[in-house]
């Protein structure tokens, strides 16, 4: 997942999940209480403030080692966090979900959980490229809309 912090004033901050070393990660499953990765990134997905915070935590912290959980804040972090699934797991869900179609020969659930990964998307245009590499290119109801 990619986390975006976009202060009121400055450059946006943007960091990978996918960059984190096993150290980090533990890190951020210790500061969110122990909470077990697989449910981080349930909460990274939800758009969960701590979730966010302690990811940017963790990248921020190379830089300052001595840097507390508790000193980071987002004031506004509604508007100034983002969290947003990269390619690598648009194609994760996909594939899951194109199996499970193909089992029942129909496409409603793919079309279904469009809109869905549109929204969470990094890049939207991401979802359309991952339809066309399956073979579901014909899912994309308006390309043009798809890339915005």
């Known amino acids: 997942m990619i986390i975006t912090h976009t202060p009121a004033e400055g450059d946006v901050e943007s960091v990978s999940t996918d960059d984190l070393s096993a150290i980090e990660a533990a ?31 963790v990248f921020r912290r190379r830089a300052q ?31 899951h979900i194109v199996v499970e179609a193909l089992a029942k020969n ?16 990094h890049d939207r245009g991401d979802v359309t490229h991952a339809l066309d590499a399956l073979g579901k290119g014909h899912l994309v109801q308006d390309r043009a809309d798809s890339a915005d």
């Open 65 to 95: 080692p001595e840097l507390a959980f508790s000193d980071v804040d987002v004031p506004g972090w509604r508007r100034r966090l983002k969290a947003r699934i990269e390619r690598s797991e648009i194609d994760e869900v996909l594939d």
């Open 27 to 57: 890190a951020v499953e210790e500061a969110m209480g122990d909470v077990p990765w697989r449910r981080v990134e349930d909460q990274l997905r939800a758009q969960d403030p701590t979730a966010m915070r302690a990811i940017l935590w």
């Open 106 to 121: 129909e496409d409603a659930a793919i079309e279904a959980t469009l809109p869905h990964l549109r929204k969470l998307a």
